[in-house]
T-cell receptor, first 115, second 111 residues
């Protein structure tokens, strides 16, 4: 299995531009999570999906952030317009189910820099 | 307000000695706890977990201890090896399927 695949690995953009991050979860995993890692706050949960349906988006910082999962093999996290404070590493993770011992499988992350 | 806290941002240990990483949580509803390990430029990977009905779980050199009354858990690595140098995240499951992470502790094992 190829694992969770994220693209791009690095993204550099200017303030005000739209940014789209992409994720392909592990096949057969019903849960998909978007996390953001910053020095100040560590790993923050932004949103998660179950069977392509958003379950909890309470971690999405502002309306500038949106996420979609049009099918079981693809999800996007969009920031529009982007701001310098959005600079962070964004991780996608998937999980096979909600059982207590179901661990998360993370992608390698997208390093976002907003200038 | 952080529900999972790791108050030591960094820790240095000599190779062969014990590494102890600490984690505190505030929400008594957490029923499952996990530790993840992260190397630079990689995503976190699962290391070890413990259910709230247990107080200890061991996997090779790694042992996690849970003290529910104190809302505290710790990860022990014995003996520590240079390859253990990484960022360690403590995490807790909230409700049925939501995982909350702490800010992480960077461990350096000195040869």
């Amino acid at each position: 299995d190829a694992g969770v695949i994220q693209s791009p690995r690095h993204e550099v953009t200017e303030m005000g531009q739209e940014v789209t991050l992409r994720c392909k979860p592990i096949s057969g995993h019903d849960y998909l999570f978007w996390y953001r890692q910053t020095m100040m706050r560590g790993l923050e949960l932004l949103i998660y999906f179950n069977n392509n349906v958003p379950i909890d988006d309470s971690g999405m910082p502002e309306d500038r952030f949106s996420a979609k999962m049009p099918n079981a093999s693809f999800s996007t996290l969009k920031i529009q317009p982007s701001e310098p404070r959005d600079s962070a590493v964004y991780f996608c993770a998937s999980s096979p189910g909600p059982l207590a011992n179901e661990k998360l499988f993370f992608g390698s992350g997208t390093q976002l820099s907003v200038l | 307000d952080q529900q999972v806290k790791q108050n030591s941002p960094s820790l240095s240990v000599q190779e062969g000695r014990i590494s102890i990483l600490n984690c505190d949580y505030t929400n008594s509803m957490f029923d499952y706890f996990l530790w993840y390990k992260k190397y630079p430029a990689e995503g976190p990977t699962f290391l070890i977990s413990i259910s709230s009905i247990k107080d200890k779980n061991e996997d090779g050199r790694f042992t996690v201890f849970l003290n529910k009354s104190a809302k505290h858990l710790s990860l022990h690595i014995v003996p520590s090896q240079p390859g253990d140098s990484a960022v360690y995240f403590c995490a807790a499951k909230f409700s049925y399927d939501k995982v909350i992470f702490g800010p992480g502790t960077s461990l350096s094992v000195i040869p």
